[in-house]
């Protein structure tokens, strides 16, 4: 079976600090994606990543950054943490595809709260 | 656009009763997938189905089933006889082409109780 894993499940932070969210996949997967999710507004697209590398702004990329140095990480950066980045943030992986519309693979989620 | 509408934020049943969940979409694309996953307490959302738009058939799993209607933009999910371990939140998606990668329209989700 496909793991995703986050490396945190509860995560309390300051505002300000640099905060760093890891997610690793072991089933060799291209994609890998950051999503956040907030009551009433569903699921919502952060940055997403094809490749080592490679990178790529989904719907709400402000206040982020990433990073994929191996195949199998992608991390998510809150350079300055503000209360207004509290939320459930999902990590999930996926095949490329010959179609591209291959199924995602989530990993637990990470509660962040912001103080 | 592209747009998942799951009206529905939360519904609750007694054991053993059916239950649908809506779902309405908006897309400009022709092909396109539409999926359904399930969101348990513990967190990790599971993939239960994906559907594309040239394929209409309805698909029945178990007790869970589901109604494609292009003419009306909707994948509704109909759980038979429902369990307290269906109790969860569910979201629909819809997958769009966008060059090499698809992007993802998740709706609001919809939770679910199931009382005993």
């Known amino acids: 079976d496909v793991k995703v894993t986050q490396s945190s499940r509860y995560l309390v932070k300051r505002t300000g600090e640099k905060v760093f969210l890891e997610c690793v996949q072991d089933m060799d997967h291209e994609n890998m994606f950051w999503y956040r999710q907030d009551p009433g507004l569903g699921l919502r697209l952060i940055y997403f990543s094809y490749d080592v590398k490679m990178k790529e702004k989904g719907d709400i990329p402000e206040g982020y950054s990433v990073s994929r140095e191996k195949k199998e990480r992608f991390s998510l950066i809150l350079e300055s943490a503000s209360t207004n980045q509290t939320s459930m943030y999902l990590c999930?992986?996926?095949?490329?595809?010959?179609?591209?519309?291959?199924?995602?693979?989530f990993g637990s989620g990470t509660q962040l709260s912001v103080l | 656009a592209q747009k998942v509408t799951q009206a529905q934020t939360e519904i609750s049943v007694v054991e053993k009763e059916d239950v649908t969940l809506d779902c309405v979409y908006e897309t400009r694309d022709t092909t396109y997938y539409l999926f359904w996953y399930k969101q348990p307490p513990s967190g990790e959302l599971v993939f239960l189905i994906r559907?594309?738009?040239?394929?209409?058939q309805n698909e029945i799993s178990g007790r869970y089933s589901w109604n494609f209607q292009k003419s009306t933009s909707s994948f509704n999910f109909t759980i038979t006889a429902s369990q307290v371990v269906d109790s969860a939140v569910y979201f629909c998606?819809?997958?769009?082409?966008?060059?090499?990668?698809?992007?993802?329209?998740f709706g609001s989700g919809t939770k679910l109780n199931v009382k005993p």
């Open positions: 999930a992986s996926s095949l490329r595809g010959d179609y591209n519309h291959e199924k995602l693979f």
């Open positions: 559907r594309n738009s040239f394929d209409e």
């Open positions: 998606a819809l997958s769009g082409a966008l060059y090499n990668f698809n992007k993802f329209y």
